[in-house]
């Protein structure tokens, strides 16, 4: 297939996976779907069920408030309000991770609200650096590992765990590959469609996904490099919420030369090493992953890490993206500020809500960030 048909296609699952989720029901597939972050695909995949992370509705919110208060995260109200409202049958049964104070009240809300035929916890511990931290996430992939086995009345055997393991590391490969590409060519593919393929992993099972992600780098892998000096900029955050944002990117000329984001590149920079015991395997991968704003060790390690990606992507600047009332997020801010400050890194913060984007707006301040940034490059 050829370039723009694969990027068509796959574009088109990233936002309305729900068809394509259809056809993989009705040739027997259960859909199992998490809210972000860190429940393991490959345990949920190897059990015979069809992973899908959960990324919320940019759909008008109706009935999430009737659950849910005005100030939780607008991530926690677009998921909630995806299942209760616009995706009520797409889903067969959720393994919940609760990696924050709000993921917790949703957990409960969502067990005794949505019927579904599994609802299985996944606590994840929230300080990376305790002790008992490996414990814990070890203890509780094996329950996790339990509860599909429970449901599916199926042992999950050593080589279907390895074979989703391989299948998983093939498919985030090939997307950091592309990633890769684009970096040395910005203009090879937009930053709309890069994001759209990272986007479009949380929905596709990869054996669907591999080979078209493999055509489309075969075709990007013989096209002669694009001309220009574009700004180069690093994404940070959780997701960047509504996709249009990307196209405002776009437009503006802007390439994306990095990220620390959630749905970005820690969903595809951690591959399961091969182990003998595959939940330690799925341990030591979830250890080495680069921090998430409610997941981390103490200190400084979410800074120094975007610190890193820009040092290593030789950045212009940092466009961070602040989902509203995300509580985790409003303590970082304070803190990062200060210290990309300190550094001379350029910085801007938009606050971001999945059901609605004050495109001018954003585009203004974006433009003005942009300029600013061509200014300090022809200075300095
Ligand atoms: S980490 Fe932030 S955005 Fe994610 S669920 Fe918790 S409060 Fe919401």
Redesign the pocket.
Known sequence: MKKEEVLENLQSIAHNPFSYLKTKKEAGKKIIGS???DVPPEMIYAAGFLPVTILGTNQPIVKASAHLPDN?????RS?LELVLNYETDSFDGFVFPQ?????QH?SDIWRMTIPSELFASFLIPRQVDRKSARHWFYTETERLKKQLEDFSGRVILEEALGESFRLYNENRSLLREIYRIKKKDPQIISNRQLFDLIRSFCFMDPQDHIPLLSDLLSDLSTESPGKGKPIKVVLSG??VEPAQLFDILDELKVSIVGDDL?VGSRMIDYDVPSRDDPIEALTERHFAKSP???IRDVGTRLYDHLLQVVEEAKADGIIYFH?K?????DYDLPDMKKIVRDKKIPMIVLDTEYQSVARSQTKTRLEAFVESLYGEQING
């Open positions: 809210p972000l972050a939780a995260c607008s991530l926690a998921n990696v924050c104070d709000t993921t949703l959780i997701a959630t998430f704003s409610p989902i009332f995300c509580e985790s997020q």
